[in-house]
């Protein structure tokens, strides 16, 4: 099982890599939208029927915003923007040093370290990370 885990690490590590280069690109081929909301409607996806129906920004409004602010390099921005968008921005580009990292230090593999941790356990840290960023965008 070893020898498994071990040949699927560098697969992991290229998927992990083009993930991050392909949001990156797509991130860098936008412009933040000034409203710190609707960005993604440059990738041709509807406005958010939340905010349109109740005038309030729905959890994830800003999400593409900040990541595309964070690709900009304006992390300030982008974490004024909407925080939860631009932390999942920082782990998406940490992803691949931490893998890499897990990796030579420890012979980690992620998905053994999010097996230790449990899915439910880090869906639910993102739940309530989300959560606190749109309770701070009403606060602030």
Do not use: N
Request: glycine share 10%; with cysteine.
């Amino acid at each position: 099982m070893t020898t498994r885990l071990r040949s699927r690490r560098p697969a992991g590590l290229v998927m992990a890599l083009l993930g991050v280069f392909l949001l990156l690109g797509a991130a860098l081929g936008l412009e933040p939208d000034a409203r710190g909301h609707a960005t993604h409607e440059q990738l041709g996806l509807p406005p958010c029927t939340f905010l349109a129906g109740s005038d309030i920004p729905c959890p994830t409004c800003g999400v593409t915003t900040a990541f595309t602010l964070l690709a900009h390099g304006r992390p300030i921005d982008a974490a004024r923007t909407q925080a939860f968008g631009a932390l999942l921005g920082l782990l998406a580009l940490a992803a691949p040093v931490l893998y890499v990292a897990g990796f030579a230090v420890a012979a980690l593999d992620p998905a053994e370290i999010l097996g230790r941790v449990g899915l439910l356990r880090f869906a639910a840290a993102l739940a309530a990370a989300a959560a606190a960023a749109w309770a701070l965008r009403f606060l602030g």
